[in-house]
C-alpha cells in the first residue's frame, strides 16, 4: 500500500486547521459552513442541482391529482436509497389522500425500475390510475415512459443516475447527480407541502433520518450539500420515534443516541437491502412506514435473519467468483476481473464484485446467469468509470445504467465473451498501473502522546466522515510490545503500541498477513484514526490502525 503523508509535523494548536484544509476548507467561510452546515430545508433547487422549472412543473402534476383524487403510484426501486426515497414521498401524499400507493418492483421477476409487463398489470388492477413518479430510476427508460403514456399515464422522474442520451419524454424530469434520490425526494416533498400550506412543515426534519441513512448508504460525498443531509439528518436519526428504525435498532443491537456513519453503512442499510436482495423490499418499506410497535418488532426480525441469509449466500459467492478468476488467470490478473455463474443470485452479485474489487484493487464484474439472459453488477476503483465503459459496449447489451463506480446491466448470454474481451480491452487501455495500487492518505505526522480524548472530541466535529470527507489518518511512530490474533478465524489483529511517554491499544480488522510480517518488539510507522473502545463500563481512546510499516 502506497501511503502519501499530506502534510509533516504541525503545530499541536493547527491540529484541527490542517485537517480542514486537507479537505480543501481553507476561508474562514468554508470553514464555519463545514462545521455549521446549512440546513436542509433552507437550500434551495439551485443548491441541489435541480431545474426549478422541472420542479414546479412536477409539484403542480401532483398536485392536481391530489385535488382530483387520481390514482398516484410512488414507484421505488429495491434498494436503501430507493426504499427510502419512495417512504419520504409516499407519507407525504398520503397525508392528502389516500388514493396512493407505494410499489417497489421485485429484483428476481421484475428487474430494475419500469417495465412494460409491470406497467400494463398496474394498469390493470388500478384503473383509475394517472400517475406514476419513479424514484431513484427513470432517467434511462424512454421506452417505457413512452409505453406508459400510451397506457394513459403520466410519468414524473425523481432520479440521480447517469442520463442516457435518450431523455425520456415525461410531465417532469426532476434529476440531479449532486444528492441521493431520497434527498430528491425529500426536497419534493418539502415543495409539495410549501405549496398546500404555504408554509414550512413537519416533513422538514422529521424525515432527514431516511435522507441521512439513504445519502450515507448510497456512497453519496459527504460535503456540500450532502454534509447538510448527512449531519442534520443523523442527528434526526438519533432522537428518531419511527417505530421501525426503533425495531431495526433493537434486533441489530445498536443503541440510539450514538448513532453515526458505521452503523448506517455495516448495519442499518444492509439489512434495508437485504429484503431486495433475496425477497421482497415492499418489507423494508413497510418497516420504515409502520406505526405500529408490534408489526415494527415483526418486521426487523425478518429483516434481520434475511441480513443473515444473505451473507451467508454473498460469502459463497465470492469464494467463488475469486476462484474462477484465479483460476483463469494464475499468474498475472488482468486490470478487469470477470466472473459468471449459473449458481450465483442476482441480488448478491454486487456485493461478490465488490469483494473482488476490494481485494485486487480493480474494476470487477459478476454476472448472474439465468437461461438466456445474464444480470451484471460492476464495482469500480477511482479514474475508471464503470458505466462509461460499459455503455461503450451497448450493441451488446439490452440495458444498462448506474454510476462511475458501481453500474449492473442485462445481457444475452450469447454476447457474455464478447462483452468480456472489450471490457477487459477498455480497461487494459485506460487503466494504469498505478491507478491498481492501493493507496492511503496520511493526513500528518503525529507523535502517539498527542492523542487524547480532547482530540478525539474535536476530531468528531468533522463528522459525519465518509466518501469525500474521509475519517482522519495520523502516522506515528512506536513499538509493538504486543500482538495477538483476535476475532472468528483469527481474522483481526490487536496491538499495544508504545512510545517513549505514551502506550495505547490499537486493533487492525481484516488484517491477519501483519501477523508474518511483524513481530513483537518491532520498531514500527503506524497509519491509524483514533477510535473509543468502550468495555465493562470504561471507555478509552483506541487506535484503529489501517495500515502499519
Not at 18 to 45: C, H, M, Q, Y
Not at 94 to 107: A, C, G, T, W
Not at 189 to 201: G, N, Q, R, V, W
Not at 410 to 418: A, F, Q
Request: glycine share 6%; with cysteine; proline share 3%.
Amino acid at each position: 500500500m502506497r501511503w502519501t503523508i499530506l502534510n509533516k509535523n504541525i503545530e499541536k494548536d493547527r491540529i484541527i486547521e490542517t485537517l480542514l484544509e486537507n479537505r480543501n476548507v481553507k476561508s474562514g467561510k468554508e470553514k464555519d459552513e463545514f462545521i455549521n452546515p446549512i440546513l436542509p430545508d433552507k437550500l434551495t433547487a439551485q443548491d441541489l442541482g435541480l431545474e426549478e422549472e422541472e420542479v414546479k412543473k412536477g409539484v403542480q402534476r401532483i398536485l392536481s391529482a391530489l385535488e382530483n383524487n387520481e390514482r398516484i403510484i410512488v414507484y421505488g426501486d429495491y434498494d436503501a436509497d430507493g426504499i427510502c426515497a419512495t417512504a419520504i414521498l409516499w407519507k407525504t401524499l398520503y397525508k392528502f389522500n389516500k388514493n396512493i400507493l407505494p410499489y417497489i418492483p421485485e429484483r428476481a421477476k421484475e428487474g430494475y425500475g419500469l417495465n412494460k409487463e409491470s406497467l400494463s398489470k398496474l394498469k390493470k388492477d388500478y384503473p383509475d390510475l394517472k400517475l406514476i413518479i419513479t424514484v431513484d430510476h427513470g432517467i434511462t427508460a424512454a421506452e417505457k415512459v413512452d409505453f406508459a403514456g400510451e397506457l394513459g399515464v403520466d410519468i414524473i422522474v425523481c432520479d440521480h443516475h447517469q442520463i442516457n442520451e435518450k431523455v425520456p419524454n415525461c410531465v417532469s424530469i426532476i434529476h440531479t447527480e449532486k444528492i441521493c434520490a431520497a434527498a430528491i425526494a425529500w426536497f419534493v416533498s418539502l415543495s409539495i407541502e410549501k405549496a398546500i400550506s404555504h408554509k414550512l412543515s413537519a416533513i422538514s426534519s422529521s424525515d432527514l433520518d431516511l435522507v441521512a441513512i439513504a445519502t450515507i448508504a448510497d456512497m453519496e460525498p459527504l460535503i456540500g450539500v450532502n454534509r447538510s443531509f448527512a449531519k442534520y439528518g443523523l442527528e434526526e436519526l438519533n432522537r428518531t420515534v419511527k417505530p421501525g428504525l426503533l425495531s431495526l435498532f433493537e434486533e441489530a443491537r445498536i443503541v440510539k443516541g450514538n448513532l453515526g456513519s458505521f452503523e448506517i453503512g455495516y448495519i442499518i442499510a444492509p439489512r434495508l437491502n437485504a429484503m431486495g436482495r433475496l425477497s421482497q423490499a415492499m418489507d423494508s418499506l413497510r418497516l420504515l412506514c409502520t406505526s405500529s410497535l408490534e408489526q415494527a418488532n415483526m418486521l426487523a426480525s425478518k429483516l434481520g435473519l434475511t441480513n443473515k441469509e444473505r451473507q451467508e449466500i454473498t460469502e459463497v459467492t465470492s469464494k467463488h467468483a475469486r476462484s474462477l478468476v484465479l483460476k483463469e488467470y494464475p499468474e498475472k490478473l488482468p486490470k478487469l476481473l470477470f466472473a459468471a455463474d449459473i449458481s450465483y443470485e442476482e441480488g448478491v452479485i454486487g456485493l461478490a464484485a465488490g469483494r473482488l474489487t476490494e481485494e485486487f484493487f480493480r474494476p470487477s464484474v459478476v454476472l448472474a446467469v439465468k437461461e438466456n439472459l445474464a444480470k451484471a453488477s460492476a464495482r469500480s476503483i477511482a479514474g475508471f468509470n464503470i458505466i462509461e465503459a460499459i455503455r461503450t459496449c451497448s450493441d451488446l447489451l439490452i440495458d444498462a445504467g448506474g454510476h462511475p463506480m458501481a453500474a449492473g446491466f442485462t445481457i444475452e448470454i450469447s454476447n457474455i465473451n464478447l462483452l468480456k474481451e472489450r471490457l477487459i480491452g477498455k480497461a487494459e487501455e485506460l487503466i494504469t498501473e498505478e491507478m491498481l495500487e492501493k493507496s492511503l492518505k496520511i493526513d500528518f505526522e503525529l507523535p502517539l502522546e498527542e492523542n487524547n480524548i480532547q482530540l478525539y472530541d474535536e476530531i468528531q466535529n468533522l463528522s459525519p466522515f465518509g466518501i469525500g470527507n474521509p475519517e482522519p489518518v495520523f502516522k506515528s511512530s512506536a513499538y509493538i510490545k504486543e500482538m495477538r490474533p483476535v476475532g472468528s478465524e483469527g481474522k483481526h489483529i490487536k496491538f499495544v503500541f508504545k512510545s517513549e511517554n505514551a502506550l495505547f491499544s490499537g486493533i487492525a480488522f481484516n488484517r491477519k498477513d501483519l501477523l508474518e510480517k511483524l513481530k513483537i518488539g518491532d520498531e514500527v510507522d503506524v497509519a491509524y484514526c483514533l477510535t473509543l473502545n468502550e468495555w465493562q463500563g470504561r471507555t478509552n481512546l483506541e487506535l484503529r490502525v489501517k495500515d502499519i510499516k
